[in-house]
Every structure is written in structure tokens, then in C-alpha cells.
């Protein structure tokens, strides 16, 4: 019997001992941003703004959103969002660097499954 209450005693005290250094420290990552990956905006440029038609996309986290990357990693291209819901995408870009063919090319470059339509110049985004 004393062995069964050391053994219980020695467990409850190994128990709470132990159990209390679950402490959660958070973890800091430290990312490193080269400058090459910063565009730098030429400010004697004209900037036109294109609004158009993206037909193909299944999803808002795959699809719109690697279009949106690959438009907005286009030399010249000052801005970029693509809209899922509405199948709609608004870019800002430099004349002399992109044309609306680029920007279709580029787009159906990604899948063939993506059709530009509605290519239109607007005035304000």
C-alpha cells in the first residue's frame, strides 16, 4: 500500500512539474527584400489605364490571383487588380513599355483556358 501512494504521490508531482512549461514563444522571422524587386516608376512616362474581360477563371486564389501577379510583374505596368466575381481586370500600365496585346498575351500565357475580351481604355480607374 505506502508503494502505491509513493508511486501516485511521485506521479502527480512529475505531472504538475512537467506540465507547466508549456510557455508558447512566438517565433520571428526575419524576410529579406532585395531592391531589384522594387520598381522604380519613371515619372516622365504616360500611363494608360485598360479595363477588360477575363473568362476561364475557376477560382479567386488560384487563378485571379496568379493573373494578378504575372500582370503586376510586367515591366511597365504601374498597377494591376483582377477581380474574380466580376471576372474583371483593371490594369495601369506605361505606353511606351505595354500594349493591350502584351497584356492579353501575357494573360493567356498563364493558362489556355483564360480568354481576354472587352479590351477598352478607360479614364479613371
Request: with cysteine.
Amino acid at each position: 500500500m505506502k508503494t502505491i501512494k509513493y508511486f501516485l504521490a511521485f506521479a502527480i508531482i512529475a505531472t504538475f512539474t512537467f506540465s507547466c512549461k508549456n510557455e508558447v514563444k512566438p517565433e520571428i522571422k526575419t524576410v529579406e527584400v532585395e531592391n531589384s524587386e522594387i520598381k522604380e516608376l519613371d515619372p516622365n512616362a504616360t500611363y494608360a489605364q485598360a479595363e477588360f474581360t477575363i473568362d476561364g477563371m475557376m477560382c479567386a486564389v488560384g487563378c485571379a490571383a496568379t493573373i494578378q501577379k504575372k500582370i503586376s510583374e510586367m515591366e511597365g505596368v504601374k498597377s494591376a487588380k483582377v477581380d474574380f466575381d466580376k471576372k474583371l481586370a483593371k490594369v495601369e500600365y506605361d505606353e511606351a513599355k505595354v500594349t493591350p496585346t502584351l497584356l492579353t498575351k501575357t494573360v493567356t500565357n498563364v493558362s489556355d483556358t483564360y480568354k481576354v475580351s472587352d479590351m477598352k481604355t478607360v479614364d479613371n480607374l
